[in-house]
């Protein structure tokens, strides 16, 4: 990801202490002045984190749940109204190129997607109706995304105001994270889940309308979070990101998307055989992990940040945050063959503090107040390392799953056969 000026600036940007974000997140603020304590707000239902930057898709249309279905690795036909999943739109070799959430209404399918995820889905299925009954638009101009821990649909439609005499119905996707869907299969090798302690919910909400109904919020005492306090929650539950832990290769298996967006008895599908294959006889190639890292340093590894064992690199960084319990947390992808057990090292390149000018998402976060060990490099920039143990989440032996023994690694929920 590059942070080069966003095409989107969120009104949002303009609250007091609002410093913008970058990457994925560019364009919406990555705290408004104590992250810390906006994301011990967030945990507890008392903030809302704006990701208005966020792509909105529209799919109309009869045809629309089963020609989804066709296109996807979920099953889609008979999604209820108001009912949230997720899916994975994957390459022929099965890598993952899209991976919106999903929630109907009865009338229109909403997919919510990253800033630079939306134009390409978007693209992509309607280059694919063919002779369907289906319309595909992007609103991602006119709807915005509002984030909380908590349903704050209510609230939301009672800021919106009464629309013929009624409050309007605010859309809610409720994360399916990390239960396991019909059909799905879990990777991580754990009775508790971290991410059972972290409920997500995505509102959407008309655009034109964003400063008001957080302003109204705020007056029921429910404050801003910035995009900081988010990733340290979603890196806490293992919760993977398209455009962070994902690359050109990623396929849902490392990542342990088996378990909310693949449905394993569903019929054919673009990348499918990848999907069986890697199941049923092979392992994932890398695997997914949580990093505890070493708090003595004032600085986090930034996206991209290698992941050295031995002296050699074996993986990188996808994501890193100060947590307000577990304290500087990463997840990082990793080769399949790197000894659990092992210490790592994480290395990267920091660059130096800035003043908190937008789009400074780089700016480091203070740790300890002890200063770091840092090896100078070009243009003032510093070369630094932290020590990190391994939390595992998809176990090197992943996959394989015909001819284990039972209970090892459990079959498709939903008592779905294997394909």
């Given at each position: 990801?590059?942070?080069?000026?966003?095409?989107?600036?969120?009104?949002?940007?303009?609250?007091?202490?609002?410093?913008?974000?970058?990457?994925?997140?560019?364009?919406?603020?990555?705290?408004?002045?104590?992250?810390?304590?906006?994301?011990?707000?967030?945990?507890?239902?008392?903030?809302?984190?704006?990701?208005?930057?966020?792509?909105?898709?529209?799919?109309?249309?009869?045809?629309?749940?089963?020609?989804?279905?066709?296109?996807?690795?979920?099953?889609?036909?008979?999604?209820?109204?108001?009912?949230?999943?997720?899916?994975?739109?994957?390459?022929?070799?099965?890598?993952?190129?899209?991976?919106?959430?999903?929630?109907?209404?009865?009338?229109?399918?909403?997919?919510?997607?990253?800033?630079?995820?939306?134009?390409?889905?978007?693209?992509?299925?309607?280059?694919?109706?063919?002779?369907?009954?289906?319309?595909?638009?992007?609103?991602?101009?006119?709807?915005?995304?509002?984030?909380?821990?908590?349903?704050?649909?209510?609230?939301?439609?009672?800021?919106?105001?009464?629309?013929?005499?009624?409050?309007?119905?605010?859309?809610?996707?409720?994360?399916?994270?990390?239960?396991?869907?019909?059909?799905?299969?879990?990777?991580a090798d754990t009775e508790a889940h971290p991410g059972?302690?972290?409920?997500?919910?995505?509102?959407?909400?008309?655009?034109?309308?964003?400063?008001?109904?957080?302003?109204?919020?705020?007056?029921?005492?429910?404050?801003?979070?910035?995009?900081?306090?988010?990733?340290?929650?979603?890196?806490?539950?293992?919760?993977?990101?398209?455009?962070?832990?994902?690359?050109?290769?990623?396929?849902?298996?490392?990542?342990?998307?088996?378990?909310?967006?693949?449905?394993?008895?569903?019929?054919?599908?673009?990348?499918?055989?990848?999907?069986?294959?890697?199941?049923?006889?092979?392992?994932?190639?890398?695997?997914?992990?949580?990093?505890?890292?070493?708090?003595?340093?004032?600085?986090?590894?930034?996206?991209?940040?290698?992941?050295?064992?031995?002296?050699?690199?074996?993986?990188?960084?996808?994501?890193?945050?100060?947590?307000?319990?577990?304290?500087?947390?990463?997840?990082?992808?990793?080769?399949?063959?790197?000894?659990?057990?092992?210490?790592?090292?994480?290395?990267?390149?920091?660059?130096?503090?800035?003043?908190?000018?937008?789009?400074?998402?780089?700016?480091?976060?203070?740790?300890?107040?002890?200063?770091?060990?840092?090896?100078?490099?070009?243009?003032?920039?510093?070369?630094?390392?932290?020590?990190?143990?391994?939390?595992?989440?998809?176990?090197?032996?992943?996959?394989?799953?015909?001819?284990?023994?039972?209970?090892?690694?459990?079959?498709?929920?939903?008592?779905?056969?294997?394909?």
């Amino acid at each position: 990801m590059t942070d080069a000026a966003p095409s989107y600036t969120s009104a949002l940007l303009q609250h007091h202490g609002a410093v913008g974000a970058g990457g994925l997140d560019a364009g919406v603020a990555a705290h408004y002045g104590d992250p810390v304590r906006e994301q011990r707000a967030l945990a507890s239902g008392r903030a809302v984190v704006d990701e208005s930057q966020r792509g909105v898709v529209t799919v109309a249309g009869p045809d629309r749940l089963s020609w989804l279905t066709t296109l996807s690795s979920q099953v889609l036909t008979g999604l209820q109204p108001g009912q949230s999943t997720e899916t994975l739109f994957l390459s022929v070799q099965g890598r993952v190129e899209f991976a919106p959430h999903v929630l109907d209404d009865g009338e229109t399918t909403w997919l919510i997607a990253e800033a630079d995820e939306a134009p390409g889905l978007a693209g992509w299925l309607d280059s694919m109706r063919f002779a369907l009954r289906v319309t595909v638009t992007d609103v991602s101009a006119d709807w915005a995304v509002l984030a909380a821990t908590r349903d704050l649909g209510e609230q939301l439609a009672t800021a919106l105001g009464d629309v013929d005499g009624a409050a309007p119905a605010v859309l809610v996707w409720h994360d399916p994270w990390p239960g396991v869907a019909p059909g799905g299969h879990p990777y991580a090798d754990t009775e508790a889940h971290p991410g059972e302690d972290r409920s997500w919910y995505e509102h959407l909400v008309p655009m034109s309308a964003l400063q008001r109904v957080v302003a109204a919020l705020g007056e029921d005492g429910i404050g801003h979070a910035g995009s900081w306090a988010a990733e340290a929650l979603r890196i806490e539950a293992w919760r993977p990101r398209w455009g962070a832990e994902t690359d050109e290769k990623s396929i849902p298996h490392e990542l342990d998307w088996m378990r909310t967006a693949v449905h394993l008895s569903k019929g054919c599908y673009k990348g499918q055989e990848t999907v069986a294959r890697v199941h049923n006889l092979g392992h994932p190639p890398r695997r997914l992990t949580l990093l505890d890292l070493d708090g003595s340093q004032h600085t986090l590894p930034e996206t991209g940040a290698t992941v050295e064992s031995g002296g050699k690199v074996v993986g990188r960084v996808t994501a890193a945050q100060l947590h307000h319990e577990a304290g500087p947390i990463a997840l990082a992808v990793l080769k399949r063959s790197v000894d659990p057990a092992a210490v790592l090292t994480v290395r990267d390149v920091v660059a130096p503090a800035t003043d908190g000018a937008e789009g400074s998402e780089a700016e480091p976060a203070d740790l300890s107040g002890a200063a770091a060990t840092q090896e100078p490099t070009a243009a003032g920039a510093a070369r630094e390392e932290w020590a990190a143990s391994q939390t595992v989440i998809v176990p090197p032996d992943a996959g394989s799953v015909v001819g284990r023994a039972q209970g090892l690694m459990r079959g498709p929920r939903g008592g779905g056969m294997r394909i």
